[in-house]
């Protein structure tokens, strides 16, 4: 699977738009990007997932640039409830295991 | 309600005292593994199953022993417990194939060795 890196952490105002960055300069052709998040010692909740396109659903958007080599999850209003570690991962659905790395952890504060 | 169900939710044992955490899903879902989680180390694989009676070593299976006799669940087994599998356990499941939907984790078992 493609190693991605994220930023340590970030911090976000209640309300607003919080952008997590990924870089995944090695992806390859069949690989799909995954976010999942981990609030505390919960267990980690699938958000969304893409291969090129940008995707939206409930939870997120998905911003997959064109080269495929960075993406940015984008929780459009974000809550307190938000503040988890969010993790960027790089894989081929239904056959390589889900490998998590270290995350970004994400502080929503009012 | 889809959900990934463990038990128990805390557990507090002494080396060497056999015990089994189970994992049971509702979803139909082929494919289920077990994590545990440590501090500085991150969310790492011990088993994975493809299927019913299908199972393989994640990347820590050492001190761990799963089965898979039925589709719903997937129980850990730890035979011989030791004070380094102190951990935060959490056990998934998903659809084989396209996988639309990602992996269901369930709410985690914390288990302490003494």
């Known amino acids: 699977d493609a190693k991605t890196t994220q930023p340590t952490s970030m911090d976000c105002a ?14 390859s052709g069949n690989e799909y990007v995954y976010w999942y998040r981990q609030i505390h010692s919960q267990g980690p909740q699938y958000i969304i997932h ?8 409930e939870m997120a ?6 080269d495929r080599k960075s993406s940015t999850l984008i929780l459009p209003h974000a809550t307190l ?30 | 309600e889809a959900q990934v169900t463990q038990n128990p939710r805390y557990l507090i044992t002494v ?23 440590d501090p500085g180390l991150g ?7 493809m299927n019913v009676e299908v199972t393989d070593k994640g990347d820590v299976p050492e001190g761990y022993k799963v089965s898979r006799k039925e589709k ?35 709410s985690g078992t914390r288990l302490t060795v003494v």
């Open chain 1, 61 to 66: 958007s998905l911003i997959i640039t064109e």
């Open chain 2, 72 to 106: 719903r669940n997937f129980p850990l087994i730890l035979e011989s417990p030791s004070p380094n599998q102190t951990s935060l356990y959490f056990c998934a499941s998903r659809q084989s194939g396209t996988e639309n939907y990602g992996y269901t984790f369930g």
């Open chain 1, 50 to 57: 893409g291969l090129k396109n940008n995707e939206t659903n």
């Open chain 1, 14 to 27: 209640e309300g607003r738009a919080a952008n997590l960055p990924c870089n995944h300069s090695t992806i």
């Open chain 2, 43 to 49: 969310l790492r694989q011990i088993y994975y199953s």
């Open chain 2, 15 to 37: 080396t060497g005292k056999k015990l089994t955490v189970t994992c049971s899903q509702n979803m139909n879902h082929e494919y289920m593994s077990w994590y545990r989680q």
């Open chain 1, 81 to 110: 409830r938000d503040t988890a570690v969010y993790y960027c991962i790089v894989r081929v659905p239904g056959y390589s295991t889900l490998t998590f790395g270290k995350g970004t952890m994400l502080l929503v504060s009012p």
